[in-house]
């Protein structure tokens, strides 16, 4: 018994040897901690278990408005919580007269259908579908987009999260591993020599791509997304997004068409973002 203890510390040990071996970036991202940060969304379905209640146990998929009934409280708003913070949500509303102390645990039976958007410098620009299971990486996403075009700037590849204000990080090729995409993130590959005469159009759009600028006069921004298949089934058919020259401009649709505003015209290496529409 001693000699089989001994020989089963020796290979934890090396096991714990190998491991510190590895190099960070080899090392993969368990699904646990992927599933711990993401973001609740509709139509995903999840599963909840009460310590030692075992009929309150009930597995639910997150409506269109973001909730699920669950038993004695009722309905609870889930969509836009991580799953540490729905369980502490949980936990709140059965402390609160129906439970002492309890203690549950939520986790995800399937996902609803996820998506990050690739534009810029790529062979296939387009929408890229997450994997059914575990996650996606930068770099993975760009290879589903068929790979940087041979004018891809490597050093300059910009990821915009979700919604009009979402924060936007710069990668590297190199680093694009360790970076594991959200739904809805936007993937932008710089080039290395701008095209003095094209703009990239990309998101809920019918044909994604390039698009080059007319050799003499405008190209105003209905035309664009005429010329480009327009709008997509489930666009934002209001307001698009516009980023040129590092800036980021809302350009209401609504307002055009109606001619409420004037008509925004395209500019050489603008990048034009059709976001999905919330209804």
């Given at each position: 018994m001693k000699t089989y203890i001994s020989a089963l510390l020796w290979v934890?040990?090396?096991?714990g040897l190998s491991?510190?071996?590895?190099?960070?970036?080899a090392v993969p991202v368990e699904d646990a901690a992927v599933e711990e940060e993401y973001i609740l969304l509709k139509d995903d379905s999840v599963a909840l278990t009460v310590y030692q209640e075992p009929e309150l146990s009930k597995q639910e998929t997150i409506s269109k408005s973001g909730y699920?009934?669950?038993?004695?409280?009722?309905?609870?708003?889930?969509?836009?919580l991580n799953l540490l913070e729905a369980e502490k949500e949980i936990e709140r509303l059965y402390a609160d007269g129906y439970l002492i102390k309890p203690r549950v645990n939520l986790s995800i039976v399937s996902y609803s259908d996820r998506y990050v958007i690739v534009g810029g410098a790529v062979n296939g620009p387009g929408v890229i579908r997450y994997p059914e299971d575990g996650a996606l990486d930068l770099r993975a996403a760009l290879a589903q987009a068929g790979g940087v075009s041979d004018d891809a700037n490597k050093s300059e590849i910009y990821v915009r999260e979700?919604?009009?204000?979402?924060?936007?990080?710069r990668y590297s090729f190199n680093s694009a591993a360790n970076k594991i995409m959200k739904?809805?993130?936007?993937?932008?590959?710089?080039?290395s020599s701008l095209d003095e005469s094209s703009i990239t159009l990309t998101g809920q759009i019918g044909n994604p791509g390039t698009m080059a600028l007319p050799k003499e006069g405008k190209l105003g921004i209905v035309t664009a997304i005429a010329n480009a298949g327009g709008l997509g089934r489930i666009a934002n058919k209001k307001e698009v997004i516009v980023r040129r020259d590092g800036k980021q401009f809302l350009v209401s649709l609504k307002n055009i068409n109606t001619?409420?505003?004037?008509?925004?015209?395209?500019?050489?290496?603008?990048?034009?973002f059709v976001k999905e529409s919330r209804f």
């Open positions: 934890c040990l090396l096991m491991a510190k071996n590895v190099p960070a970036k699920v009934s669950l038993p004695l409280i009722g309905s609870v708003k889930l969509a836009g979700r919604g009009v204000d979402g924060k936007v990080k739904h809805g993130d936007m993937i932008t590959v710089g080039r001619g409420k505003a004037p008509m925004f015209y395209m500019q050489a290496g603008d990048i034009l």
